[in-house]
């Protein structure tokens, strides 16, 4: 047997013992994503975690949806493996320069994508993520002003398909941002068939010549869908492990970062977790996200009412 095996073994006796559940993102290293419980994007990882009767949820993700997991789930025992896996995008949005902003905008109501810690969604109306993003936007009236937060390429991409105007927090992922277009265009000089797919977070000269524009699990179900059999995919790399198991037969290659040294199209915090972290955090029952209870029922009302909007 390999340690790698091995462990595989011990984690689930231990998940078996426990009546623990593993979820995991999409961006996660694959032998992560092989031995989760439920592998998804932000959306459907939500949704689980409001539904599981486990006693203890392992998130394999990044340090907000182990949050979002013990908001909707406050009575069970939530772990991150790593307590530094956190988001760039989530840390682009401070509480207290946010609050300060949204007073500016006092008749402005506040959609903030679920990438944010639990003070942002205590200070806002609705969350959304990038699969339901234009659901929870086409359901806000026309005429009643939005502030949208934190990530500025969703929010101008959701502004360009609404002709909405929403007031929007300068933030991003640095993963998405590091995408070079001049690269991309090359490759598509040498592979003319592959058609570009990209997560709403590329900023927009990326996303004019994108052939599909969608969140993880829209892009996965696009390549499924699709009669192509060559795809140029900019967002996190994670996500090719599934788009290759899905569909062996078809191409899939990463969209460059701008400096192809730095490795950019890897998230440096989702891919801290690995099969010995998950397994110690099992056994140790580490490290657990703790949140007050008045701050849990602040941040699940705007969830929720994701939740309840988006079908
Ligand atoms: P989705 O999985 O909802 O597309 O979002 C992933 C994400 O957090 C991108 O940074």
């Not at 539904?51 to 013990?70: R, S, W």
């Not at 990209?198 to 009669?227: M, W």
């Not at 490795?263 to 801290?272: A, D, S, T, V």
Request: glycine fraction near 4%; charged fraction near 25%; hydrophobic fraction near 40%.
């Amino acid at each position: 047997m390999t340690d790698n095996e091995i462990l595989i073994e011990k984690i689930a006796a231990l998940k078996k013992e426990k009546h623990a559940v593993i979820l995991a993102h999409f961006y996660q290293e694959a032998e992560i994503q092989d031995i989760a419980d439920f592998i998804g994007d932000s959306l459907d990882l939500s949704r689980k975690s409001a539904a599981t009767d486990a006693d203890i949820i392992v998130f394999a993700g990044v340090h907000f949806m182990a949050e979002t997991a013990k908001i909707l789930s406050p009575d069970k025992k939530v772990l991150l493996p790593d307590l530094n896996a956190g988001c760039s995008l989530a840390e682009s949005c401070p509480a207290g320069a946010f609050k300060k902003f949204r007073e500016q905008y006092p008749d402005h109501i506040v959609v903030s994508y679920v990438n944010t810690t639990a003070e942002i969604k205590a200070l806002t109306d609705i969350t959304c993520t990038s699969t339901n993003a234009l659901q929870i936007i086409n359901s806000i009236p026309e005429d009643q002003p939005i502030i949208f937060a934190p990530d500025r390429n969703l929010g101008n991409y959701l502004n360009s398909l609404t002709g909405r105007n929403m007031v929007l927090w300068n933030g991003a992922c640095h993963v998405h941002e590091e995408f070079s277009l001049e690269k991309i265009i090359e490759l598509k000089k040498e592979h003319p068939q592959a058609k570009l797919i990209a997560h709403p977070e590329c900023p927009q000269p990326i996303r004019i010549v994108a052939d599909f524009i969608g969140s993880t699990s829209a892009l996965l179900k696009y390549t499924e869908e699709d009669n192509g059999s060559e795809y140029i995919v900019a967002t996190e790399s994670g996500i090719l492990h599934q788009m290759k198991k899905r569909n062996p037969d078809k191409t899939f290659i990463p969209a460059p970062p701008i400096d192809s040294t730095c490795g950019c199209n890897n998230c440096k915090y989702m891919k801290l977790h690995t099969l010995q972290k998950i397994y110690e955090s099992l056994r140790d029952e580490k490290f657990e996200i703790k949140l007050p209870a008045d701050l849990i029922e602040k941040a699940k009302k705007p969830i929720q009412k994701m939740l309840e909007l988006s079908t």
